[in-house]
């Protein structure tokens, strides 16, 4: 039985990356998938192909992929993509909000619209989206999941992506207080913190092999992980068989979070 049959889920930022490959098991769960992506419409309806294609060879016509436009940042958009996954699905159980993005800049050189920009998309854009999803949840009665795509980032701090560091340790505590808050009436909250994942975001290394080298040495299992190992982390995160898993961050870091300079004993003296 698949783990996540019949569930509706939306993601977000499912036209690219970990959002896609989210998208890809979700289908292959059983789940029907809502594709949201704020631009790039050719490259979200290549995620529904793929997802289309998943649920033709599982033998499931019924299941069903919508896409829907809307930047998370703007509170309007999100409540006009809600109503049309809705309209479309009915119901909603699943919410992931994984759209991210970055803006590389040493701290005091920062403009305050882009420190505001990647604060509204990695933070305030997953609040509205989390609040827009409790409230249906509630109105139904039958509970719901929410999970966050936060990062290691979380906890390591992140010298020149101060906003980005800002909103994911900022996840942590909304991840905490919403599933807190919620837990008595069928809601779960948690996250999934990845260390370094091969997608678009990190284009200023996945193709150069001499950076991927120097950027995969800090990392303790020797290598920057797939979408897929990813994404199996949210299956299972949104399926039953995390039903007792609440405020929780679970780390997809190859060991990243382990303190990795410790990996030789330079302060013990031998
Ligand atoms: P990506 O750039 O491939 O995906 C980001 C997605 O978000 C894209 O589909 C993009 O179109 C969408 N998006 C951006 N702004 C948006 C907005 N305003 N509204 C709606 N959608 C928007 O990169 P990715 O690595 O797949 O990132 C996905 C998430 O994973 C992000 O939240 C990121 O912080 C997190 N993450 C990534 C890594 C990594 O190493 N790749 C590590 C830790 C956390």
Known sequence: MPKLDGKNVLITGASS?????IAI????????????????????????????????????????????????????????????????????EVLVNNAGIQKPQASHEIEMADFDRVVSVDLRGPFICAREAIRHFLSCGAGGVILNNSSVHEIIPKPKYVSYSISKGGMENMTRTLALEYAGRGIRVNAVGPGAVVTPINRAWIDNPKAKAEVESHIPMGRAAWPEEIASVFAFLASDEASYITGQTIYACGGLTLYPEFRVAWASGE
């Open 17 to 21: 990356g970990i959002g896609q490959a």
């Open 25 to 92: 098991r979700f289908a292959q769960e059983g789940a029907n998938v809502a594709i949201n992506y704020r631009s790039g419409a050719e490259q979200a309806q290549v995620t529904r192909k793929i997802v289309e294609e998943s649920y033709a060879s599982m033998g499931k016509p019924g299941r069903k992929a919508i896409v829907v436009q809307a930047d998370v940042a703007y509170e309007e958009q999100v409540k006009a993509m809600f109503q049309k996954v809705l309209e479309a699905f009915g119901s909603l």
